[in-house]
């Protein structure tokens, strides 16, 4: 028998002899009450382990269910395979409701089981959703994208090339933390435009302010949903070419000529903000019937919590719209609520990914 085998075996055993006994803290024993909503796949470096498992323990309180912690460590005998696990009972009233988590760590020569350990080890008839942290070997994450039913990322953090080349080898409903993040700020963006939908297809510069620093730059994602719905093929990272094909129809800039696209360089976000860089701000310039029309969407220097939306020319408005705040728990819950098909950010995904690579 391989160790592979071995462990998966010992971790089986010793599952199902936690789950078969009683529960002994109650009054009279009777069998657990199991939480099974999910099996939640969390991979990541070595050093994201802690981080991954404070994570497991957040998600727990909302989204119950077994948890799979995957790494990969060379300093492991490449054959080897490491495995603990936990379990975990709180009070729902006056039943107690259980859960557990599985800590699995491979040697580099064992990762390529990693799919069917994976496999042996989910609960059945619950969904599989795989998050690939910003440091997940590529290795666990290729072998786990095909096998899962939905793939959460957050493309802050990790570079939307990679991001690109896993969704392609799965069919996977995509989920990505950023996307959540920048709900409200694309919804605003999206909003200039629903009683005048013509105006799309007359942008002829679209300016992106953003906050500098290391990280993956939000502008990516942003241009590649704006630029899948609107049709647009990017010749380069100035400019988009319009084109047919959009989701809102065909879009022309002025006089034909390509769209042009600045970016700014802001200041840093704070320092008690999280390490991604942050859109700071949308502009457009487009035409109604004709007449000239800018639109802003633009963060508040003193309340960046905050947008000012503005319209300028054809039309006129000037608003305040606060963009709300939720902590990293409500974004990860957020990805994997919604369990359907999500082809409007794959698109913007494969976008991004040929934008960022000109």
């Known amino acids: 028998m391989s160790r592979v085998a071995e462990v998966i075996k010992r971790v089986e055993s010793e599952l199902a002899e936690f789950w078969s006994a009683p529960d002994e803290s109650r009054a009279e024993p009777a069998p657990k009450t199991r939480a099974s909503t999910m099996n939640f796949v969390a991979v990541g470096s070595r050093a994201e382990v802690e981080r991954l498992k404070e994570q497991a323990e957040d998600l727990a309180e909302t989204h119950a269910g077994r948890t799979l912690l995957i790494t990969l460590d060379d300093r492991l005998d490449p054959l080897t395979v490491q495995a603990d696990w936990s379990a975990t009972c709180r009070r729902a009233g006056e039943v107690p409701i259980c859960y557990d988590r599985v800590e699995i760590t491979f040697g580099v020569a064992a990762a390529e089981r990693v799919a069917s350990v994976v496999s042996a080890l989910t609960i059945s008839d619950v969904a599989v959703i795989v998050e690939l942290a910003p440091g997940a070997p590529n290795v666990l994450g290729d072998a786990l994208a095909p096998i899962c039913d939905r793939l959460v990322f957050d493309s802050a ?201 000109l």
């Open 157 to 357: 953090e990790t570079c939307i090339e990679r991001i690109a080349a896993v969704a392609r080898e799965t069919r996977a409903p995509l989920a990505d933390r950023a996307f959540v993040r920048t709900f409200s700020l694309r919804e605003l963006v999206a909003r200039f435009f629903d009683d005048m939908p013509e105006a799309t297809r007359a942008i002829r510069r679209v300016e992106i302010a953003r906050s500098a620093g290391a990280k993956p730059d939000p502008a990516a994602l942003f241009l590649g949903w704006m630029g899948s719905r609107l049709g647009w093929t990017f010749e380069s990272r100035g400019a988009a070419q319009p084109g047919a094909g959009g989701a809102v129809g065909r879009a022309r800039g002025a006089d034909g000529a390509p769209i042009e696209i600045a970016l700014v360089d802001g200041p840093p976000a704070p320092a008690d903000a999280q390490a991604w860089r942050r859109l700071d701000g949308v502009r457009l310039w487009t035409s109604l019937r004709g007449e000239p029309l800018t639109l802003g969407c633009v963060r508040l220097d003193k309340a960046p919590g905050t947008v000012r939306w503005t319209m300028e020319g054809a039309r006129s408005a000037d608003h305040l719209h606060p963009l709300g705040y939720r902590d990293e728990t409500w974004v990860l819950a957020k990805t994997i609520d919604s369990l359907e098909g999500d082809r409007l950010l794959r698109e913007a995904v494969l976008a991004a990914a040929k934008w960022s690579a």
